[in-house]
């Protein structure tokens, strides 16, 4: 992961921490997720630790439409001159501050309280200025890498593959305390088809948005152990 920076910044309310990855690109940088409006200040020292200032900011692209992935978004394209890149199927919570627009899970209570407490102005609300689908190549804002589509967790969720076989993921996976499959999923038949795509790519690194990078290999034995058997063919007698 030499060529990946983790960017860990705090959650409103000291809720936990959100990772945010920056990535050097030829002529400069990608910061795939932007962490929420609560830890703008502390994004804001990490990015000028890593060299990273308006101009050089080629392109930020979001793993999905939740508040404490994209909050900082908005601010980020005005500052810096940054593209904003997601998938499509998700853009509808960037431009609309909602984080339910296109989930079929979350109670009325829970969508009422989340924009109390994690609040998404119009400021911080925009539209992407790039959609990004699976197999898009990244060669084109100087990096070596290309767009995994990874669905379950929200219907637009896609995930970033390093040549070096490193896998941004946002929020199929997390580790917190050790690898596992996300709980909070909206299809977990989408969830399957997405974790059955991971066993397919030549993973080194799993990165995830919560919890610390952990190595593909041991994981992915895991979840094949844990995938039952397909049925077997019927005998001919």
């Known amino acids: ?28 940088f990608i910061l795939v997720d932007t962490g929420g409006r609560g830890g703008r200040s502390a994004l804001d020292c990490e990015l000028a630790k890593a060299g990273c200032a308006p101009g050089n900011l080629r392109l930020v692209i979001l793993t999905h439409g939740d508040f404490d992935h994209i909050g900082n978004a908005a601010y980020l394209r005005d500052k810096y001159g940054a593209g904003l890149a997601m ?21 009325a209570l829970l969508r009422s309280i989340v ?49 070096a076989g490193d896998l941004i993921c946002g929020d199929l996976l997390v580790n917190s305390g050790e690898p596992a499959v996300n709980s909070i999923m909206d299809d977990p038949a989408a969830c399957r088809a997405s974790l059955s795509r991971l066993l397919a790519l030549d993973l080194v ?25 397909p049925p077997s063919s019927p005998r001919r007698e």
């Open 1 to 28: 992961m030499s060529d990946v920076r983790i960017l860990s910044v705090p959650i409103l309310f000291r809720w936990g921490r959100v990772n945010c990855y920056l990535l050097e690109a030829a002529g400069g």
């Open 87 to 107: 998938g499509r199927d998700d853009a509808g919570m960037a431009e609309r501050g909602d984080m339910f627009w296109n989930r079929s899970s979350g109670s």
């Open 115 to 163: 924009p109390i407490l994690f609040g998404f102005p119009k400021t911080s609300r925009f539209t992407p200025s790039l959609y990004l689908e699976h197999g898009d190549l990244l060669s084109e804002y100087g990096l070596e890498a290309r767009v995994v589509s990874l669905p379950g967790h929200s219907r637009g969720s896609i995930g970033v593959l390093t040549a």
């Open 205 to 229: 690194t799993v990165c995830p948005g919560h919890g610390k990078p952990f190595p593909a290999v041991p994981f992915l034995a895991q979840l094949c152990s844990a995938a039952p058997e």
